[in-house]
């Protein structure tokens, strides 16, 4: 059964430091593009970063205020990908969620049909 599975989540200071990862089973990531969405209490659920399949050469997108302190990686060889979230600031705060999609990266939840069960990041001020 194809499933996603995202871990790394948990409690940090402002300023800190966390690496999420999403692990795929049951297929193979780098045939699909990969997004981090984020889903703070009572907002909508907005994507972070996102990398292309490896047929769209991997390329990384991230919403403004991610840039320079996040960054998202592929490792193909344990069919996972890592979101290095620095510098964290309180408005960080969410669940965390990635999801698989076509070759090229979407902003939109629509287009990524796959969903891991989330984990949760606390960035305290």
């Known amino acids: 059964q194809a499933r996603l599975v995202e871990s790394g989540g948990g409690l940090v200071q402002s300023g800190g430091s966390l690496r999420l990862s999403c692990a795929a089973s049951?297929?193979?990531?780098?045939?699909?593009?990969v997004a981090w969405f984020r889903q703070a209490p009572g907002k909508e659920r907005e994507e972070v970063s996102c990398?292309?399949?490896?047929?769209?050469?991997?390329?990384?997108y991230y919403e403004d205020s991610a840039k320079g302190r996040f960054t998202i990686s592929r490792d193909n060889a344990k069919n996972t990908v890592t979101l290095q979230m620095n510098s964290l600031k309180p408005e960080d705060t969410g669940v965390y969620y990635c999801?698989?999609?076509?070759?090229?990266?979407?902003?939109?939840?629509?287009?990524?049909?796959?969903w891991g069960q989330g984990t949760q990041v606390t960035v305290s001020s």
């Open positions: 999801a698989t999609g076509g070759i090229s990266c979407s902003p939109h939840t629509r287009d990524f049909g796959s």
């Open positions: 049951g297929y193979t990531l780098r045939y699909f593009s």
């Open positions: 990398i292309s399949s490896t047929d769209g050469n991997s390329n990384t």
